[in-house]
């Protein structure tokens, strides 16, 4: 009994990275539009996006290089993901950023569900991982990312925002 306690007690201890991690997201009036669930792949990030109250069309959607989601503008998110200093675009024979990731299309309803995939960012230690000094978030756009112009495919303003950040 004293055994398992001891190593319960020890696993306590050590911070270990999760493998799962929530984002919740925002609006620029600060209202909850949904949740990002990340997981863990063997390669890359799984990104199961379930949000609502965005304008229906096609939206970008992008990784940032900080962890603040300041509203009105979410400036404060930075710029993409970009630890292998690339340019932008999915389409980008230079490209890809890191944080680049597939338009997100939204119903009339102003629903999206979406599985997208991050394959060069992880939750784990180490040169891409999200969990950075400044931290990392993840920003929608007004306009579609026409996953080639410099910096951000040309996707207008940023709507909405949300840290990606560990539980305490
Ligand atoms: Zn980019």
Same mark, same amino acid.
């Given at each position: 009994?004293?055994?398992? +306690?001891?190593?319960? $007690?020890?696993?306590?201890?050590?911070?270990? &990275?999760? !493998?799962? $991690?929530?984002v919740k997201?925002?609006?620029?009036?600060?209202?909850? @539009?949904?949740?990002?669930?990340?997981?863990?792949? #063997? !390669? %890359? @990030? *799984? $990104?199961?996006?379930? $949000?609502?109250?965005?304008? /229906?069309?096609?939206?970008?959607?992008?990784?940032?290089?900080?962890? =603040?989601? !300041?509203?009105?503008?979410? =400036?404060?998110?930075?710029?993409?993901? &970009?630890?292998?200093?690339?340019?932008?675009?999915?389409? &980008? /024979?230079? +490209?890809?950023?890191?944080?680049?990731?597939?338009?997100l299309i939204?119903?009339?309803?102003? *629903?999206?569900?979406?599985? @997208?995939?991050? =394959?060069?960012?992880?939750?784990?230690?180490? =040169?891409?991982?999200?969990?950075?000094?400044?931290?990392?978030?993840?920003?929608?756009?007004?306009?579609?990312?026409?996953?080639?112009?410099? /910096? #951000?495919?040309?996707? %207008? *303003?940023?709507? #909405?925002? %949300?840290?990606?950040?560990?539980? !305490?």
């Open positions: 009994m004293l055994l398992i +306690g001891f190593v319960v $007690l020890l696993a306590g201890c050590v911070e270990e &990275n999760p !493998k799962k $991690l929530d997201i925002f609006n620029a009036d600060g209202d909850s @539009l949904g949740t990002i669930k990340l997981e863990e792949q #063997a !390669k %890359g @990030l *799984k $990104l199961k996006v379930d $949000l609502e109250g965005l304008e /229906p069309g096609v939206h970008g959607i992008h990784i940032h290089s900080v962890g =603040k989601c !300041k509203a009105p503008d979410f =400036k404060s998110a930075g710029n993409h993901y &970009n630890p292998d200093d690339k340019e932008h675009g999915l389409l &980008n /024979p230079k +490209g890809a950023h890191a944080g680049d990731l597939p338009n939204v119903k009339d309803s102003g *629903k999206v569900k979406a599985t @997208l995939t991050a =394959k060069d960012v992880t939750l784990r230690e180490g =040169k891409t991982t999200l969990f950075t000094q400044k931290g990392t978030s993840i920003v929608v756009n007004q306009n579609q990312d026409d996953g080639m112009t410099q /910096p #951000a495919g040309d996707s %207008g *303003k940023r709507i #909405a925002c %949300g840290v990606i950040k560990k539980r !305490k």
